[in-house]
């Protein structure tokens, strides 16, 4: 894997913010905060064409990351009044957080995937905490740990929506016309997620599927008639036709070597599907989550961290119960 941005490379080391910087003519990559949750910084692309601006994941919805965004337009040239679109590449809050806002002081066009339409549409009813409760007790979590786990649900659930102008199907083009970027569906970080391909320029915007310095989490976001383990990996499938691409992430920095990092990153699932196959006897899903390898360590785990790695389990175990 090559890094293809020194300066996005050296933020992401320091968990900083990346500053604005040019990627080729009328596209840029620009940093913004996601407070709280490590990593700190969201990438947020934009595209100038002619006197029109079009948004890949504005991020975290904040005055401080609308002033960035603002600042960034005036040293490129542009205004607000410009944006003509925000294409969202998924749910997730440190992407479409600021879409409402852009939509609302400029008009622009807010385009997501269907599925992560109807994502956002379930996610927003609320659950029944007794629904909640009862999963956590089939998981097999221990009563100490409830409280923690169910605010962390809670603050997960605290989305805000929006109601899309354009629903991009794969294969369908952004509303940029001269450039032809088209959508793929890749389905596992969520269920409707984007990446974007610059054919004519040989860039991919990976959004949170494939990163380079993390691995992304599966199936956080929207129910799937399949398993999202076995989504993301037929996903990861998809990236291999790009190598030559460049790949433009949604945290991190710039990359080359697609191919490669998608090997690494199967092979990272594939191992800890082995590792969960190893446990099945286990008689919870807590049980075996406890036995598995974490980057942070079981025991620092909490939150959404936790959160995560629980339904993570579950839906690995669920995956290898069906293939038996
Ligand atoms: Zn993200």
Redesign the pocket.
């Known amino acids: 894997m090559q890094v293809t941005s020194q300066s996005q490379f050296e933020a992401a080391e320091r968990d900083a913010v990346p500053p604005l910087e040019r990627i080729t003519d009328g596209l840029y990559s620009l940093g913004v905060e996601?407070p709280g949750v490590k990593p700190h910084a969201?990438l947020c692309y934009l595209l100038q064409v002619g006197n029109d601006i079009h948004i890949i994941d504005p991020g975290w919805d904040s005055d401080q990351n609308w002033q960035r965004l603002v600042s960034s337009l005036e040293t490129i040239g542009g205004r607000p009044n410009q944006i003509r679109s925000v294409t969202v590449t998924?749910l997730?809050p440190?992407?479409l957080g600021m879409a409402q806002r852009v939509r609302d002081e400029t008009n622009a066009l807010v385009a997501v995937h269907p599925a992560e339409q109807r994502a956002l549409k379930e996610l927003s009813a609320p659950q029944p905490k007794q629904l909640v409760l009862e999963r956590f007790k089939n998981w097999g979590v221990p009563d100490s740990k409830v409280q923690d786990l169910l605010s962390a649900f809670e603050r997960r659930s605290n989305w805000r929506g929006i109601d899309a102008d354009l629903l991009l199907e794969d294969g369908e083009n952004l509303p940029i016309k001269s450039l032809g970027i088209s959508a793929l569906h890749l389905p596992g970080h969520t269920t409707g997620h984007l990446g974007l391909v610059d054919a004519k320029r040989g860039y991919l915007f990976t959004?949170?599927h494939l990163l380079p310095n993390q691995f992304s989490g599966i199936g956080l976001g929207g129910s799937s008639d399949n398993n999202p383990i076995e989504d993301y990996l037929q996903s990861l499938d998809r990236m291999l036709e790009f190598d030559e691409f460049e790949a433009l992430p949604?945290?991190g920095y710039r990359f080359k070597g697609i191919s490669e990092r998608t090997n690494q990153v199967r092979s990272h699932h594939l191992e800890r599907a082995r590792e969960v196959s190893n446990q099945l006897g286990e008689t919870s899903v807590w049980k075996i989550a406890e036995k598995l390898s974490w980057t942070d360590g079981w025991q620092n785990l909490s939150g959404l961290a936790l959160l995560s790695a629980l339904s993570q389990t579950e839906l690995h175990v669920d995956r290898l119960r069906s293939l038996t």
């Open positions: 996601f969201t998924h997730h440190d992407h959004g949170d949604g945290h």
